[in-house]
């Protein structure tokens, strides 16, 4: 015997907040694997030596008065934390990018240049499986939209649902 079925208003907000809460998760899957934003801080590097007429706290100073001459020994009066400075970046999956000290912008570097080649194969493993995961994440949300829009029976419609949960399941 089959039990009393759900109405369909009800069934239908279930499956319209399942899509909603699916096709979220896709989206901001989708922007993260894109962006270059995964990671965002900043770091302490050590301060460069000043060239030229540079001026400012953001490059370290020589006392000697020919600083340019690879001759002169050069001593640097500056201790412990005065000898660092904060940088800015901002890395994900493609791209690493970090402040540029002494000038405005950032100088960004691709993850081909930056990663080893002995552990390139570890990041497109990644890659493929980010790629996957999207995937799987997308069948699942056109699951639930033909199950929310088109279902002959109640059981037809509970087997999407099924197989779209399962799918979703897999993908997480």
């Known amino acids: 015997k089959m039990p009393v079925s759900v109405p369909a208003a009800g069934r239908r907000q279930r499956a319209s907040a399942a899509f909603s809460l699916s096709f979220l998760s896709l989206v901001f899957s989708v922007i993260a694997f894109s962006s270059s934003y995964w990671c965002e801080g900043t770091r302490k590097v050590a301060k460069p030596f000043c060239t030229g007429q540079s001026k400012g706290d953001h490059c370290i100073r020589?006392?000697?008065p020919n600083a340019n001459s690879s001759n002169a020994v050069q001593y640097i009066w500056e201790t412990g934390d005065d000898k660092?400075?904060?940088q800015k970046f901002h890395a994900g999956i493609w791209y690493s990018c970090e402040e540029i000290i002494n000038e405005e912008g950032e100088k960004c570097r691709s993850f081909i240049s930056l990663t080893p080649a002995a552990d390139q194969g570890v990041l497109w493993l990644s890659i493929v499986a980010e790629l996957l995961y999207i995937?799987?994440?997308?069948?699942g949300v056109i699951l639930?939209?033909?199950?929310?829009?088109y279902?002959?029976?109640v059981m037809d419609g509970l087997k999407i649902n099924a197989f779209s949960a399962v799918?979703?399941?897999?993908?997480g």
């Open 62 to 64: 020589f006392n000697s």
């Open 84 to 86: 660092f400075i904060d």
């Open 135 to 139: 995937i799987l994440l997308l069948t």
């Open 144 to 149: 639930m939209s033909v199950d929310m829009c």
């Open 151 to 153: 279902y002959s029976t």
């Open 167 to 171: 799918v979703t399941v897999l993908a």
